[in-house]
């Protein structure tokens, strides 16, 4: 059974940080795979992180140098450091299978003082 549960969204203030985890099921192999996406309201839903094919990070313009994505292989985990936050980075955030076009449920991020 393929599933992804996103965790680590809460509110947090302007150039505060935050981690968040994407827990694939066993069934999902390819980590490598696995993105980060955000939606804000009334807007569109966006890419934010991806691997390469040699495992490093493509990032949005938006986030560059600000966030950052990992797995942990043996967690069958991906993980989304959000550093320096700021208002408009509020959004749902969402982990996403290309290997299966499989989207998990999504994890509230709110940047507010």
């Known amino acids: 059974q393929v599933q992804l549960v996103e965790s680590g969204g809460g509110l947090v203030q302007p150039g505060g940080s935050l981690r968040l985890s994407c827990a694939a099921s066993k069934s999902i192999f390819r980590l490598n795979a696995v993105a980060w996406y955000r939606q804000a309201p009334g807007k569109q839903r966006e890419l934010v992180a991806a691997?390469?094919?040699?495992?490093?990070?493509n990032y949005a313009d938006s986030v560059k140098g600000r966030f950052f994505i990992s797995r942990d292989n043996a967690k069958n985990t991906v993980y989304l450091q959000l550093n320096s936050l700021k208002p408009e980075d509020t959004a749902v955030y969402y982990c996403f299978s290309y290997e299966y076009s499989y989207w998990g449920q999504g994890t509230q991020v709110t940047v507010s003082s």
């Open positions: 691997f390469t094919p040699r495992g490093s990070g």
